[in-house]
């Protein structure tokens, strides 16, 4: 039994060490740019750094898809009549098929898309909030924290093909 116990241990700290080096070289960049992008930085007091992952971004949308459903019933209620109604029919197939994409996905969600940083400099009041993509690349900086990505990183595969199916982007860009 301790020598099962020990292997597990074993196989289980390449993937902490791992997971420990990613947030030290996303801390590590998330300080850098904040250096690079504000000049009034001397001391850098914490840098904390959450994963976000397929999964987190597809309930984001998710979410999004059962709003519109929601407003589309609201519509439907309020004002009846066949546009509201298939409005109605096409955002609540579209919240279906983003499930049904989050069911045959289950496998690649917990894979992480974006690290969303917190750098405080200075003094505790001054925060910059930082998004970079799985390489460390910017995708966004900001002292404000109402400008902060929602979604940020890659959607998981199949997403777009699936918004397409439920979407007429010529219709949404004509408005």
């Known amino acids: 039994m301790r020598q099962i116990a020990f292997y597990a241990i074993l196989l289980a700290f390449p993937a902490i060490l791992l997971s420990s080096c990613v947030g030290r070289t996303s801390a590590s960049r998330a300080e850098h740019y904040v250096r690079t992008t504000f000049r009034d930085v001397d001391r850098v007091l914490s840098v904390s750094v959450d994963t976000v992952t397929w999964a987190d ?12 459903a929601r407003t589309a019933a609201i519509m439907y209620e309020s004002f009846g009549g066949d546009s509201p109604r298939e409005e109605l029919d096409r955002e609540t197939a579209w919240a279906a098929a983003l499930d049904s994409l989050k069911d045959a ?71």
Request: negative net charge.
């Open 57 to 68: 971004n597809l309930d984001y949308r998710i979410g999004q898809a059962r709003q519109y």
């Open 105 to 175: 996905l289950a496998g690649l969600l917990d894979e992480p898309t974006a690290y969303n940083c917190v750098v405080t400099y200075n003094n505790w009041s001054n925060r910059v909030w930082v998004q970079l993509d799985t390489e460390g690349h910017l995708l966004n900086i900001t002292k404000d924290p109402s400008q902060v990505l929602l979604n940020p990183g890659e959607d998981v595969p199949g997403y777009f093909e699936v918004w397409e199916k439920y979407h007429d982007i010529q219709q949404i860009l004509s408005k």
